[in-house]
């Protein structure tokens, strides 16, 4: 058990690290989001057609 | 059931954990020990209890240009405030952690201080380029914040999951469940941002991992905050040691130093009360003699 938990954070830490090296060498700024399934609102504020938040498939793009 | 199902199911089951794990804090008294968890659970809280029905009620009740400019400041607000609770988080689990070495504890601290506020500086700074929005720089600076605060986690994973024997602690205890939990979060964080500068059309499978993710890491804090955990072992340590050794040393910097004077001291360097301190001192000692 303690075995599973320890390669389970490790996994953990390398994955991050992994995906961190990836960010770094995006060619654009990676836009993250927060941990949530709530839709992204990544538009402007004053978006003319508000992001489409009225949709029911709003994703917040 | 479709993605969009998926992820509503999965809004609603994150918001009931969030109010789970806050009532097994409050229930086991854990909400002065970790106070910034308790913290960030409230914000998602109140955040999803503002952004939920502004979400139902665009376009209908509430005006769709409105509803999104209130979703989109709330939102990045929330997540601004959830990545500064996140530095606390990790602070308090790293003072809980090293709470039995008090001088490699504040020199950590101290450390700790510096590698936060020298991260927040450039996450502002780099959120800055030319003709950039306040809507595009409000995204990059918290976004920034938040990878910043998410490498910074994994570190204190790594730390906890290595030092976790040292420590005296085991992986049942809350601060090993804690950092574990905050450890997946940060996981999905890095993961998410790194898929979408690479596939930016998969939004809502992004949502479905992005939500399972949180809702697996509160399940994880709920679990560890309701099930007691084990007596932390006394730490033995060789007198010989290097942890010994740095704790000392490191419980000694801090110390307010003494003062010692050296070369020609004349009368007129100090007060006239020292001075009278010294002479009726000086008195005494020769009482004896004089008699």
């Given at each position: 058990m303690k075995l599973i938990v320890r390669i389970f954070a490790l996994t953990l830490v390398v994955?991050?690290?992994?995906?961190?090296?990836?960010?770094?060498?995006?060619?654009?700024?990676a836009l993250g989001a927060r941990t949530s399934a709530l839709p992204v609102p990544m538009c402007p504020p004053d978006d003319p057609n508000a992001c489409g938040i009225a949709d029911p498939s709003f994703t917040g793009r | 059931?479709?993605?969009h199902n998926i992820v509503d199911l999965l809004t609603y089951i994150e918001l009931a954990s969030c109010v789970l794990a806050l009532g097994v804090m409050q229930y086991r008294r854990q909400i002065t020990q970790f106070?910034?968890?308790?913290?960030?659970?409230l914000t998602r809280i109140s955040s999803f209890a503002i952004s939920m029905p502004l979400l139902s009620m665009a376009g209908k009740q509430i005006n769709k240009h409105l509803a999104y400019q209130l979703y989109f400041y709330v939102y990045w607000a929330s997540y601004a405030i959830e990545a500064i609770l996140g530095f606390f988080i990790i602070y308090s689990i790293y003072n809980l952690a090293m709470a039995p070495l008090r001088g490699l504890q504040r020199l950590g601290r101290l450390m700790f201080r510096w590698a936060a506020g020298i991260a927040i500086a450039i996450a502002v700074t780099m959120a800055f380029?030319?003709?950039?929005?306040?809507a595009k720089f409000i995204i990059r600076a918290v976004t920034q914040l938040q990878q910043t605060q998410s490498v910074l986690t994994l570190c204190m994973l790594l730390f906890v999951c290595?030092?976790?024997?040292?420590?005296?602690?085991?992986?049942?205890?809350?601060i090993f469940g804690v950092s574990l939990g905050l450890g997946v979060?940060?996981?999905?964080?890095?993961v998410g941002?790194?898929?979408?500068?690479?596939?930016?059309?998969?939004?809502s499978l992004y949502n479905i991992v992005n939500g399972s993710a949180i809702c697996i890491a509160i399940v994880l804090w709920t679990s560890y905050l309701a099930i007691p955990e084990p007596r932390r072992r006394m730490i033995i340590l060789p007198t010989t040691s290097p942890f010994l050794r740095w704790n000392q040393i490191s419980l000694a910097l801090g110390d307010e130093p003494g003062y010692v004077a050296l070369g020609e001291i004349t009368p007129d360097m100090f007060a006239p009360a020292e001075v009278e301190v010294m002479r009726r001192a000086a008195l005494k000692m020769n009482y004896p003699v004089a008699n």
């Open positions: 994955t991050g690290a992994v995906a961190s090296t990836h960010i770094a060498n995006a060619s654009q700024p | 059931m479709n993605s106070k910034p968890l308790a913290l960030f659970l380029s030319p003709h950039v929005t306040s290595l030092a976790i024997r040292p420590m005296g602690l085991s992986y049942r205890s809350k979060m940060a996981t999905a964080e890095l941002a790194a898929w979408l500068s690479h596939f930016s059309s998969l939004y």
